[in-house]
């Protein structure tokens, strides 16, 4: 059945993947962008209830003041615990992404009143979230994981083992590549992940053009 815009794609892949350059190259090509972890991170300092179960998870002196009075987060005392404890990162997600949910479907109805033709949500972990539901399709970014650890660490997200226990949190490359609809394998240089991104950027939109249209 012929629909309205947007289509909408999940975008995800593994620690490292390269999943969040591959998203902000389809934005500058004209994609909406909701980035469920972006989000929320967010959330975890405006949302009273977030706020309240995090304190209740990890104790009050988690939240602090920076130097300027705003309100400040132990994100580095979370990862440790969270990654290393499955029953707190259960109760951490559960708490977190219904309010992420929530994000995304409000800005499904924006997209869908300024007339984008295509909505991408980027999510670390979109399946084990739950966070395909309604999506259109699904593209997976990998990598080997070698690759992975170097850029997690380059990036500061802690050290070699602090990086391999997080992707443990993870599916499987395998796992998840088994239930993507585009794969995009990000093996070379930045420029070669662009052209790739561009290539998927065309694909997406003839796939849109088949189950959408114009209001």
Known sequence: M????PFL???????GS????????????????FES??????????DPDVVAGIKELFGADIYSFDGDGAVALD???????????????????ALIHPKVFDEYCNAVRDARLRGTKILVKEAAILFESGGERG???????????????????????GTSEEIRRRML?????ERVI?????????????????????????????????VCDEL
């Not at 012929?2 to 815009?5: F, Q």
């Not at 794609?9 to 620690?15: A, D, F, K, Q, R």
């Not at 972890?37 to 405006?46: F, G, H």
């Open 2 to 5: 012929i629909r309205t815009y």
């Open 135 to 157: 999506l259109d399709a699904v593209v997976v970014v990998v990598a080997d994981n070698h690759t992975r650890i170097e850029r997690a660490v380059r990036k500061g997200m």
């Open 18 to 33: 390269g999943k969040s350059m591959v998203c902000r190259f389809l934005s500058e090509m004209g994609c909406a962008l």
């Open 37 to 46: 972890d972006r989000v929320a991170k967010e959330l975890q300092l405006r």
């Open 75 to 93: 994100r580095k005392k979370i990862a440790l615990t969270a990654f290393s404890s499955p029953d707190t990162l259960q109760k951490l997600n």
């Open 178 to 210: 088994a239930k993507a609809d585009y794969l995009l394998v990000n093996k070379g240089s930045l420029d070669e992940l662009k052209t790739e991104t561009e290539r998927l950027f065309q694909t997406l939109l003839a796939a849109a053009a088949v």
């Open 169 to 173: 949190t993870q599916w499987p490359q």
């Open 9 to 15: 794609v999940g975008v995800t892949g593994g620690l």
